[in-house]
């Protein structure tokens, strides 16, 4: 998910009364539900070659103990150089080493369980195993996430600084209506690929995306994992993969590696250049040329 929606799950998991434990649980808590994403950093590699390197190892079990353990050491240290020099805030909390480290642990969890829920994939394992996980039940960015959060987050603040009243509600209400809207949302997922399943002409494969706004609603890819995928009323692929050299591919193109590895439902496509496009299916019908490689003209056979 955006790193919008994981800091205000950390945020209110603090407004929902966690934050009383300990000074300094609101930075713990929501630096905690974004740390993973340090992997952003591969970015700067530029072309396709980022996407073998995100949501892997600062999403998997080691860094869900490393993360939560470097963020908490560096608070703790940051209290006591301030108390050092004299500038801590009088009304900040006692800070407690281990309170933070378990806020943090909690809220760097909340991350990877967060990325699961879309179709682009998290390396639950990372570094014991390389397998991409998927969830298939939210889209990447989701408004009413947003505003159902992003309204709660807001409405506890407001009753803890002016009103006096049960600030906490606001912020656990909105917690357990994101798990609710993730079950519904998880059954609409279901019902969208099953139906395809059981559909003629019988698909082995079925990937169900949630559209952006639109959430009960689904845009579901289907094939049998040839190469050739249908979406809606349109296919994309120009030919089967088993009449493309990738492994040759792979091998002389980095990028072209980095994208098959992660590539969910990958398909090539002719090119007027007589080149090929190699793209995945999940994207096509969405800015599917911001994730594609291309590929020579000798790396496909036509049909």
């Known amino acids: 998910m955006d ?4 800091g205000l799950v950390g945020a209110l998991i603090g407004q929902a009364g ?11 808590l929501i630096i905690g539900a974004n740390i993973p994403d340090l992997d952003g ?14 949501r892997g190892i600062t999403h998997g079990p080691i860094a869900w103990l490393l993360l939560p353990l470097a963020l908490a050491t560096i608070l703790w240290v940051f ?6 020099r004299g500038k801590r805030p009088p009304n900040r ?9 378990g806020l943090s642990f909690i809220a760097c969890l909340s991350h990877p369980a967060l990325d699961w829920l879309n179709n682009y994939g998290v390396r639950l394992l990372e570094p014991f195993s390389s397998r991409w996980f998927y969830g298939d039940i939210l889209f990447i960015i989701d408004l009413w996430l947003w505003l159902g959060l992003g309204f709660a987050t807001w409405l506890s603040l407001r009753r803890e600084k002016k009103t006096g009243g049960d600030w906490r509600k606001p912020a656990r209400i ?17 019902q969208a690929e099953h139906r395809v399943l059981a559909s003629a002409p019988y698909p082995s494969v079925a990937i169900a995306s949630q559209v952006p706004v639109a959430f009960w609603q689904r845009e579901v ?22 009449r493309c050299d990738l492994e040759t591919a792979r091998a002389q193109d980095r990028t072209a590696d980095s994208f098959l590895f992660w590539a969910r439902a990958p398909f090539v496509e002719r090119l007027a250049s007589g080149a090929w496009r190699l793209g995945d299916a999940r994207f096509a019908s969405r800015g599917g040329s911001r994730f594609s ?3 020579p003209p000798e790396a496909c056979r036509p049909a």
């Open 3 to 6: 790193n919008l929606t994981h």
């Open 18 to 28: 966690l934050k009383r434990k300990t000074g300094l649980a609101m930075p713990a």
């Open 41 to 54: 950093a591969c970015m700067l590699l530029g072309d396709m070659q980022h996407l073998a390197l995100r």
């Open 79 to 84: 209290d006591r150089w301030q108390i050092k």
């Open 93 to 101: 909390m006692p800070v407690h080493f281990g309170w933070l480290y």
């Open 174 to 190: 909105a917690l357990a209506g994101m798990l609710a809207y993730i079950g519904l949302n998880a059954a609409i997922t279901w």
């Open 221 to 242: 890819i289907s094939g049998n994992g040839d190469g050739i995928w249908h979406i809606g009323d349109f296919t994309v692929g120009d030919v089967s993969l088993d």
């Open 293 to 295: 490689v291309e590929l």
